[in-house]
């Protein structure tokens, strides 16, 4: 299992494309995938600008590490994001096969790995996965304030 300094490199890599949506004017959440010690995928939010529902930061560095792997399974993959995975993603983490999944910030309103749902552990499913959260969560956090403070 990796140690809080490991997690705290990566989520510092995962903030810094949560800084890339912010620029873009979308909801500033990043995430990258890990595996063997190297990113092999990346994203940010980016709904707005591509109109699709589905342009989560997840979704998307999940799409560009099944792409890296030439696999749809991303196995003993570890996947940093700056906030709690919602359904939708979440769900995606389980189909992938993801190993880890590490957030920084929980989602009290809809996360899907603990704080609403628990679709990461649900026993139904025919895969679970390990979570930390936590990890630079005041960042994250400082990042959505800045971001929805000037929507207003």
């Known amino acids: ?12 890599q995962a903030l810094q494309r949560a800084e890339l949506a912010l620029q873009h004017n979308e909801v500033p959440v990043g995430a990258i ?34 792409k890296t792997l030439q696999n749809y399974r991303l196995l003993d993959a570890t996947l940093y994001v700056t906030l709690e995975p919602c359904s939708m993603c979440a769900g995606a983490l ?8 590490v957030f920084a910030l929980a989602d009290s309103k809809s996360g899907a790995c603990g704080s609403v749902f628990n679709i990461i ?17 005041e960042e994250s956090l400082a990042l959505l304030q800045a971001f929805f403070k000037a929507r207003r």
């Open 1 to 12: 299992m990796k140690t809080n300094l490991d997690d705290t490199f990566w989520m510092q």
């Open 94 to 101: 389980v189909n992938a096969r993801i190993k880890r999944v």
């Open 33 to 66: 995938v890990v595996h063997d010690d190297k990113i092999i995928g990346e994203g940010w939010d980016q709904t707005v600008s591509e109109q699709d529902p589905t342009a989560h930061a997840e979704i998307i560095a999940l799409r560009a590490a099944g």
């Open 121 to 137: 552990d649900a026993p139904c499913l025919n895969h679970r996965l390990y979570s930390t959260q936590g990890i630079l969560a």
